[in-house]
């Protein structure tokens, strides 16, 4: 490891929390002086895989830092933690870790610099897709409602000879009345009618 110089010069605010897992004890110490020094919040610290899994469940940390070493179990771990939060693996490189789902692989012996910069990527990496599926996600309960909502303006304009606009005023302001959801009050009306929603 490469001392840092002024990491305030090229480290952005809002760092993540790490989970250290790394399996030598001198190496932990080391890389807790780096993240400390460099205002990176240590989560936690394991030394073996399946107690990183247990402390990145209980400390939802913003990255992991993964000393893979040479044990087979290790890339079991791995790729469960990859679900948890952005890993960054430092060892040696292999094809097989892409399909892993970790975020980063840096070779032994990268300078700190690199190791901080490269967590704080893949925190901001893993936030944005984050973002992107919860988008994703409100999108398709959008569309669902909209589905959900078109049917029921439907059944309403039918059977009560209303217009669109009528049948949707008359959702919403039952809705409000019962203190339910406009959703809830459109599935109703379907399954009144016989119906499936």
Do not use: N
């Amino acid at each position: 490891m490469v001392p840092v110089k002024d990491r305030d010069e090229f480290m952005p605010q809002g760092l993540p929390s790490v989970l250290l897992v790394e399996p030598e004890y001198r190496l932990r110490l080391q890389y807790k002086s780096i993240f400390k020094k460099a205002g990176f919040e240590l989560s936690g610290e394991a030394g073996e895989p399946a107690r990183a899994l247990e402390l990145a469940i209980e400390k939802k940390p913003g990255a992991v830092l993964f000393h893979l070493g040479t044990e087979p179990e290790g890339t079991e771990s791995l790729a469960r933690l990859a679900k948890l939060a952005p890993v960054l693996v430092l060892g040696k490189a292999a094809p097989e870790l892409a399909l892993l789902g970790i975020y980063g692989c840096l070779p032994e012996g990268a300078e700190d610099e690199e190791i901080l910069t490269s967590l704080a990527i893949a925190s901001a990496r893993w936030q944005e897709a984050k973002s992107l599926r919860q988008e994703a996600e409100e999108l398709r309960d959008l569309l669902a409602l909209r589905k959900i909502l078109d049917q029921a303006k439907s059944i309403l304009m039918k059977k009560h000879h209303m217009s669109e606009q009528e049948a949707h005023r008359r959702i919403q302001r039952y809705a409000m009345y019962k203190r339910l959801t406009v959703k809830s009050v459109a599935e109703a009306i379907i399954k009144a009618t016989g119906g499936k929603v």
